[in-house]
């Protein structure tokens, strides 16, 4: 856990094992009915001081809660405060404005001991001088009651179950641009021990506990351990047990520091040690290719959490040296009783959050984790940092977890919280972006029937950034979807949508000559009698490429390439990077038409006109007709079409705003009579449009971040509606796919 600053890093530890019958149950074997839905997703840019611009970074990393579960106090260390939010209603969150912290400082974790907020905050003018405090906030009035001074740069803080001890990680973090970055750096870091004796802050006392000894060398139990350096042990994240032992984590030291909160005393230290795991990501190329392996790394673990009094565990998340891409079971004593070794990052490459722009460093980077008991059950929560979700897993087997459920999140999730007395899992998350809509919020999960509409793969298919649907012909519940030029080479996917989630089944990869070709896939169509046409987006400034210019594609039913078919000539001498944007056919044989649009008005069209186009195959001839947009909401941003589909004798198209999360406005299904005839030379008829569906109530009805790029649009074979989204390969993304059926046609069309 790192508030400063995102770090990479490495350990050294003593142990290599290897993962054989060490693993997770994949996906298809989870619990199909979940355990949570998603309540509802609060951006803290609402919960802003009065003055103070949207625009501003305001993000929420480590969050409490108050002993009834009502008050939830977070972190925000880019703007320098703690934010209060009331989720008595925990589908209604409502801010309650914040608390603000003095220039420069940064507020590291909180925790809240009966009526009072305990705060750890870094005050630490450079690395060589670190220091940090513990402020003590009366939670009804927000008085600042006491401050005890920490002596040391803080990250982390943990309150026992019976309210008698806290523990802070008093980590010291090392500087990255000393030197060559790593260890040892002066000072260590150590162990503080808060005595809440009494119910008066007055009386409540600091106790240190030494990671080194006076002249700076390290501890025999430390350097027994084989820690990487254990002169400079680096303390990260804490958790304490019912039996009164708190672990803390020694990140960049791949170690655990076990010590007893009553006496003080150091129990045992031990390296959470090496992995070798084969089957992942490891080339950032633009494919998902699950066939890299990482050889001897120190896992590095962040987060650590208690399963019982006995066993816990660690989030791998790797900093200075290593990092597993996964989450290990320990015993006490540092014995592996589990490891999750590929499977962990085989669940972002199932549930579409696969990260390729972190594969060459490392990969999911688990960073969060916690454990609680819901409905009588153990459940451990692991939280991905880059690839946006967290898994949950049912840990009453220590030895043997199984996986539950996948949640999507927003970017960078940080803080994990279970409520277990209300039924509640709060998500905190630190990546905030104002320029792409990208703002950082507390996401509110709930006992319940899963309510997040997406899309998983059956086996590790890689898949992501969907562009757009078709329905598989003779199939009542069969689509087809395609991805943009994120991912290379363009890659067709076979989607059961009668299975709960919709399944993708199978990938069909797009060659050219006998080689994979990558096109910028924006519009699929399945022809009736075989094959499919693409809509390739095109971009002139990728001279050299596929993407540089838009095409019509035209594939057969294995998927290889049969003809190109530019844009006529003055069309394309207009189009900027907003092209081709969706494509549906009409007739077969010699009568086979294929349709398509344009996102974006071109320059000499009459102003928020987009062109649609009809292709008639036996004649290449082309005619187009006019589309009017929607004004957009507002100067920064704009309106355009992402998705044309036929449906009975209409085309129905996506309209939306280049718009995501709060500013959201306009994500709506028109629909216009299929056009006939010819226009005049010259000339663009508008045709008349009808609103059919406005999408925002269903993508808010979801209670997640609301995803600026509803992309496919298709009606299966069963008369049944569906939409999806696209996750821009989890790139400035939250990474979530919506995958949804607003309804059906005869219900939208009417017919």
């Known amino acids: ?75 925000d260390a880019a703007a320098g405060r703690l934010g209060f939010l009331d989720i008595s209603d925990p589908g209604r969150p409502q801010g309650r404005g914040t608390f603000p912290l003095a ?26 001088d670190p220091s940090g405090r513990l402020d003590v906030i009366r939670l009804a009035d927000r008085t600042r009651v006491r401050s005890l001074e920490l002596g040391g740069q803080p990250d982390s803080i943990a309150l026992s179950k019976d309210g008698r001890y806290a523990a802070i990680a008093i980590e010291n973090e090392r500087d990255e641009d000393a030197g060559d970055g790593g260890l040892p750096q002066a000072p260590g870091g150590f162990l503080q021990i808060l005595d809440l004796t009494g119910g008066d802050p007055a009386g409540w006392r600091l106790r240190k506990v030494p990671f080194t000894a006076a002249d700076g060398t390290a501890l025999p139990a430390f350097a027994q351990a084989g820690l990487d350096t254990p002169a400079d042990p680096e303390p990260e994240y804490v958790a304490i047990n019912d039996a009164g032992k708190v672990a803390v984590t020694l990140q960049e030291n791949n170690g655990v520091a076990v ?38 790394v120190p896992r590095e673990p962040d987060a650590v959490a208690w399963i019982d009094d006995h066993t816990l565990a660690t989030a791998n998340e790797g900093d200075w040296k290593g990092g597993s891409r996964g989450w290990t079971v ?115 999960f709930r006992l319940g029937k899963p309510n997040v509409p997406g899309l998983v793969a059956r086996e590790p298919i890689g898949w992501g950034a969907l562009s757009s649907l078709s329905p598989v012909p003779g199939d009542r519940h ?132 987009v062109r649609l186009g009809r292709y008639s195959v036996a004649t290449g001839a082309w005619a187009w007709f006019g589309y009017e947009l929607e004004p957009s909401a507002s100067s920064g941003n704009w309106n355009g079409l992402s998705e044309l589909i036929v449906t009975g004798d209409r085309l129905a198209v996506v309209e939306r705003d280049k718009a995501a999360g709060p500013s959201a406005a306009h994500k709506k299904i028109y629909s216009i009579p299929l056009p006939t005839g010819t226009p005049a030379a010259g000339t663009l008829p508008v045709l008349p449009k009808r609103l059919d569906r406005d999408l925002l109530p269903d993508l808010r009805g979801f209670g997640g971040h609301v995803q600026e790029k509803v992309e496919g649009l298709a009606v299966a074979g069963d008369g049944r509606v569906w939409i999806v989204t696209d996750n821009d390969g989890v790139n400035d993304a939250t990474g979530e796919t919506v995958f949804s059926s607003p309804g059906t046609a005869r219900h939208l069309f009417g017919h």
């Not at 995102?6 to 149950?25: F, H, Q, S």
């Not at 992995?275 to 998902?288: A, C, F, M, Q, Y």
């Not at 394309?572 to 974006?600: C, F, P």
Request: hydrophobic share 35%; proline share 6%; glycine share 10%.
């Open 478 to 609: 069969g689509l087809y979807a395609v991805s943009d030029s994120f991912y290379a080479p363009t890659k067709i996917y076979r989607i059961n949508t009668q299975a709960s989630p919709a399944t993708i089944t199978k990938a069909l990869t797009v060659t050219k000559g006998g080689a994979p070709a990558a096109y910028d896939a924006e519009g699929i169509i399945a022809r009736p009698h075989g094959g499919f046409w693409l809509a390739s987006e095109g971009d002139a400034s990728q001279t050299g490429t596929l993407y540089e210019r838009n095409l019509l594609v035209r594939l057969d039913k294995q998927g290889a390439v049969q003809q190109e078919i530019p844009l006529p000539d003055d069309i394309a001498a207009r189009v900027g990077k907003q092209g081709l944007e969706g494509v549906a056919v009409t007739g077969a044989g010699a009568h086979e038409q294929v349709w398509v649009t344009l996102q974006r008005p071109l320059p000499g069209d009459p102003a928020d006109v």
């Open 103 to 128: 220039d420069g400082e940064e507020p590291t974790s909180v925790a809240v001991a009966g009526p009072y907020v305990l705060a750890v905050i870094d005050t630490s003018e450079s690395h060589t």
């Open 259 to 296: 010590v007893d909160l009553r006496t003080g005393k150091v129990e045992r230290v031990f390296s959470t040690g090496r992995v070798t795991v084969t089957g992942i990501d490891t080339d950032e190329n633009g494919t998902v290719e699950l066939t890299g392996s990482i050889k001897d």
């Open 330 to 444: 320990f015993s006490d004593t540092g014995r592996v009783l589990w490891d999750a070794g590929n499977t962990f990052e085989h669940l972002a490459v199932r549930y579409g959050h696969h990260n390729e722009d972190r594969t060459g460093n490392k990969g999911t980077e688990p960073e969060g984790l916690a454990v609680a008991t819901y409905q009588g059950r153990r459940y451990a929560f692991v939280g991905s940092e880059r690839a946006n979700f967290v898994a949950v897993y049912d840990v009453s087997r220590p030895s043997k977890p199984r996986f539950v459920q996948f949640l999507p999140t927003n970017a960078g999730p940080e803080g994990l919280l279970p409520v277990p007395s209300r039924g509640l899992f709060i998500v905190s998350s630190e990546e905030d972006d104002a320029d792409i809509g990208l703002r950082a919020g507390v996401q509110v």
């Open 1 to 75: 856990m790192k508030s400063r600053t995102r770090r990479t890093g490495l350990a050294a530890a003593a142990i290599t094992i290897g993962l054989t019958g060490l693993v997770a149950v994949p996906p298809a074997e989870a619990s199909p009915q979940g355990l949570f839905e998603r309540a509802a997703t609060y951006p803290v840019l609402e919960n802003r001081p009065a003055g103070t611009p949207a625009e501003d970074a305001t993000v929420a990393e480590i969050s409490a809660v108050s002993e009834d579960g009502r008050t939830l106090v977070y972190t």
